[in-house]
């Protein structure tokens, strides 16, 4: 079992929302399955990430609106917070050692740091079945996000994939667990700096239980 799921016990239910599978809540944007899109945060704005059905991933990724270049690391986020697990205090760091931003709210506590967004070279390679034919992608949807702001393709790294349960055993063998998310489970960042925030509905069906369901995603300006 992921040792996220004991570091940060959470509720007995997911917080109430209004909406549910056939839409968001007033106030809420719904991310279509297996689709992404970007999002503009100014300092003190706040970010969060729904999961409206239950068991979804959504991966997260941040730039600098200033400076593109400078993009989220979970290497030094791993780092600086000394742990491979982030949930309500969690600093999320750049490559260029900034506080781009801070985990504010959080009712799963369970999100991994260590893998890439799925591309198509993930399906084709882990998933055989599958025969090489075209899938919708992580990667492909943040490129589609980003590119419009001038991120390179090339410079899209490991994501923060919220709500994924990924886990090693004591052989350092990775294992993917179901989303432990219930309808209603959320994921809120607060902005340190002017960010362009790539978000997905992630597309791979192992890492969301077998079904890709939709993301709802909320912003609360500062000002």
């Known amino acids: 079992m992921n040792p996220a799921r004991t570091r940060y016990p959470r509720a007995e239910q997911a917080p109430p929302y209004a909406g549910g599978p056939d839409g968001p809540a007033d106030g809420w944007w719904r991310i279509p399955p297996q689709t992404g899109l970007a999002v503009e945060l100014a300092p003190g704005d706040r970010l969060t990430l729904l999961d409206p059905c239950g068991e979804q991933v959504s991966d997260l990724y941040l730039v600098a609106a200033d400076d ?16 491979v697990y982030v949930s309500t205090g969690s600093v999320l760091w750049s490559n260029r050692s900034t506080r781009l931003a801070e985990v504010v709210d959080d009712t799963v506590g369970v999100h991994d740091l260590t893998l890439t967004p799925c591309s198509q070279a993930t399906f084709d390679v882990l998933y055989p079945d599958l025969g090489g ?7 492909a949807n943040l490129v589609g996000a980003l590119e419009p702001y001038g991120v390179d393709p090339d410079r899209i790294g490991v994501t923060l994939n919220v709500f994924m349960d990924v886990w090693t055993d004591e052989r350092g063998e990775l294992h993917i667990d179901p989303p432990p998310t219930r309808p209603g489970d959320r994921f809120t960042i607060e902005a340190r700096v002017p960010l362009v925030a790539g978000v997905t509905a992630c597309s791979a069906e192992k890492s969301n239980n077998g079904t890709c369901t939709p993301i709802d995603l909320r912003v609360e300006r500062a000002g």
């Open 68 to 83: 593109v270049a400078e993009q989220f690391s979970s290497g030094r986020t791993t780092d600086f917070g000394n742990s």
């Open 133 to 139: 034919a075209p899938h919708p992608s992580c990667f």
